[in-house]
């Protein structure tokens, strides 16, 4: 069966600092993967997909990237977090028309 | 306006009552329907996968589709306890490469 690893689970981060969050997907091979952040009654908002190594499609500008350097491997990143760069951050690959989440990474920018 | 509206609630509701949740849209090309439960500091997990029009029933759950009314619904029979989470509708088009566009999310709260 497949799945989703992320980490960490939980991340205080003052602002300024960089970041780098590591998403695997186990039992599956060239999936698509996707970053997601939710905020507080906001909504889930597609940051990146990824339909194979090296390839990073980017739905809304920021100061995150995100890269794939392996084929179960999606790591999101910035150089300086913003206080605004709170929020809970899901990776998730495709199945069938859907999506199947991970556990989720709780950033608190500080 | 928003492509998938969805009343955020609280909806809080009494143990073994029958819950309505629902999410309205404007593009008439969505063909794929999803309804996703999350609790509280967790991941989403899909629930409910319909194509096009119809119901589909798993359990306590059942999923409706009105593509004419551009209207999507999740019914909870017997709602329990463990039933109090956000559930977020979820749909998209045909094409393999368009977007899964999300419901803000509805917050349930099952009273014991």
């Known amino acids: ?110 | 306006q928003k492509e998938v509206e969805q009343d955020p609630g609280p909806l809080s509701v009494p143990e073994g009552a029958i819950v309505s949740l629902n999410c309205t849209y404007s593009n008439s090309a969505f063909q794929y329907f999803m309804w996703y439960r999350q609790y509280s500091r967790k991941g989403p997990e899909l629930l409910m996968y319909t194509y096009s029009s119809g119901n589909k029933e798993d359990g306590r759950f059942t999923a409706q589709v009105d593509k004419s009314s551009k209207y999507i619904s999740l019914f909870i029979r017997d709602s329990q306890p463990s039933d109090s989470a956000t559930y977020l509708c979820a749909m998209r088009g045909s094409s393999n490469t368009g977007k899964l566009i999300f419901g803000q999310g509805t917050t349930l709260q099952v009273k014991p």
């Open chain 1, 1 to 110: 069966s497949q799945t989703i690893h992320q980490w960490p689970a939980t991340l205080v981060q003052p602002v300024g600092s960089p970041l780098s969050l590591e998403c695997t997907v186990e039992g599956t091979s060239n999936p698509n993967l996707y970053w997601y952040r939710q905020a507080a009654g906001r909504g889930l908002q597609l940051l990146f997909y990824s339909v194979g190594i090296g390839q990073i499609s980017s739905e809304v500008p920021q100061n995150l990237s995100a890269s794939r350097p392996q084929d179960r491997q999606f790591i999101l990143s910035s150089k300086k977090l913003l206080l605004s760069d709170s929020g809970f951050y899901l990776c998730a690959w495709s199945f069938g028309a859907g999506r199947n989440f991970g556990p989720g990474t709780r950033l608190l920018v500080l």
